[in-house]
């Protein structure tokens, strides 16, 4: 994908514990970057690696 092309962001709502929304918070504040960000980056990380590391015989 050309550098001049961003990819279009959908919003989408879920429901989540206060404890774990103030985790999210505290990481996010911890690597300097917003709520948005860490979760998509976590999501990432489970879409592209997480997901397979069991069905592999890895674990965590």
Do not use: C
């Amino acid at each position: 994908m050309p550098a001049d092309t961003k990819k279009k962001s959908q919003t989408i709502t879920v429901r989540l514990d206060p404890d774990l929304i103030e985790d999210l918070k505290n990481d996010a504040d911890m690597e300097r970057m917003n709520v948005n960000a860490l979760i998509s980056k976590i999501l990432s990380n489970h879409i592209l690696w997480e997901r397979y590391e069991r069905k592999m015989g890895f674990w965590p």
